[in-house]
């Protein structure tokens, strides 16, 4: 007499019991601790303002939004020196980052620092269709004229169509953001 099979387990991550719902104020603290549950992709966005001084700032609040037309889009404070120049120019570009970029993308999230200068030191082109620098090294590139700007808080919310892209190194891993921090994805 055979025996039968026996049965396997079911995987114990799917059942998950429910945590309790908080309750109490949503403060920026909370909300910023919430947000930061979702990982992102960094970038580096990028515009030159009609005086031809360059700006460029590390965002991670970077997606796509439409196939048709094709657009993407980028929160851009208030306070960073790259808000009223893109406003102004209309035209800006997207280098996503690798996981070799860590440290480019640290310096470009202080404050007063000297786009020239940082990238002096980092293989670097114009895009033809904006004039905005683009990494030679990013995963990939993106060209964009801005289609829409939406108030959003200590934020503008740049919807941009996409005049052009590139991928220089798109099997290279991307740098991730991820519970405050840089990490990197793992197989």
Known sequence: MESAAPQPEP???????????????????????????????????????PDGTDHAITANSFTSVSLDPLLVLVSVEHASRLHGAVLESGLWGVSVLGEDAEQLSRRFARRGHSTADVLARV?????????ALLLDGALATLECRTWAAHPGGDHTVL???????????????????????????ED
């Open 159 to 185: 919807i941009g169509e996409v005049l052009s892209l590139g991928t220089p190194s798109p099997d290279t891993p991307p740098l991730v953001w991820y519970r405050g921090g840089y990490t990197r994805l």
């Open 11 to 49: 995987p114990r991550h799917l059942h998950i019991p429910p945590r309790p719902v908080e309750h109490g104020p949503v403060g920026q603290r909370r909300f910023r601790d919430a947000m930061s549950l979702l990982p992102t992709g960094v970038t580096l966005l990028t515009t030159r303002a």
């Open 123 to 131: 293989p670097h082109h114009r895009g033809r269709r904006t004039g």
